[in-house]
């Protein structure tokens, strides 16, 4: 089944610097790659999401990258904000026209200091 | 996007005992999963809960433990049955097929305490 590996487990920046997590997948088959931004006693929100065909998304201050040929993809936050501050979750799958589940990595905790 | 709701939003429970968690669409959807996440964890997916027939399982999980309904197109029950501490988690609903095929949307979470 899919592994999906996430890097760091915590991340601190200024606030207004940029902030980057990285994942890494194990299933070639994969190609769905949702984020989650989680804060505390809530479910999880997505906040951006990237299919196989493309290498790059964008939404305002939140971009994702994706290398299939590593097998890796990466959530860029820039001009950090403290609202920020929250765990984020990288997720990957199989998407073939139907629904699967997802596989997620074990989280970042990102910290923006005032 | 839809509103996903979730009863109850948490509780404690008594060794040996069953909880029977809700999730509720406020518009028809396509799949509905359910998901734990351990306290200070991941989300590790239990089940696929399909419509009008039985549910699909990931290893590690078992339908004895974990009965899952799904009626109709909008709602859906978890049952955590004969429950141990180590049952306490928090249980996530999702669901897909309302933006697009595979973007998967999450409830609140019921965060359940076993004693």
């Known amino acids: 089944g899919e592994n999906v590996e996430q890097h760091p487990s915590t991340l601190s920046v200024q606030e207004g610097d940029s902030a980057v997590i990285k994942c890494t997948y194990s299933?070639?088959?994969?190609?769905?790659f949702p984020w989650y931004k989680q804060e505390l006693g809530k479910g999880p929100q997505l906040i951006i999401d990237?299919?196989?065909?493309?290498g790059e998304k964008k939404d305002q201050r939140i971009a994702v990258t994706l290398n299939k040929t590593a097998k890796h993809f990466s959530l860029h936050i820039t001009e950090t904000q403290p609202e920020d501050s929250a765990v984020y979750f990288c997720?990957?799958?199989?998407?073939?026209?139907?629904?699967?589940?997802?596989?997620f990595g074990k989280g970042t905790h990102l910290i923006i200091q005032p | 996007s839809a509103v996903i709701s979730q009863k109850p939003s948490r509780d404690i429970c008594q060794r040996g005992t069953s909880l029977t968690i809700q999730c509720q669409v406020d518009?028809?959807?396509?799949?509905m999963f359910w998901y734990r996440q351990q306290p200070g964890q991941s989300l590790t997916l239990i089940a696929t809960?399909?419509?009008?027939?039985?549910?699909?399982?990931e290893s590690g999980f078992v339908i004895d433990k974990f009965p899952i309904s799904r009626p109709n197109l909008t709602f859906s029950t978890l049952t955590v049955s004969n429950m141990s501490p180590e049952d306490s988690s928090i249980y996530l609903c999702?669901?897909?097929?309302?933006?697009?095929?595979?973007?998967?949307?999450f409830g609140p979470g019921t965060r359940l305490t076993v004693l």
């Open positions: 299933d070639s088959a994969s190609n769905y």
């Open positions: 990237i299919r196989s065909n493309v």
């Open positions: 997720a990957a799958t199989y998407s073939g026209g139907g629904a699967d589940g997802l596989t």
């Open positions: 809960a399909n419509q009008g027939s039985e549910a699909t399982y």
């Open positions: 518009s028809q959807v396509t799949m």
């Open positions: 999702s669901v897909t097929g309302l933006a697009g095929v595979d973007t998967q949307y």
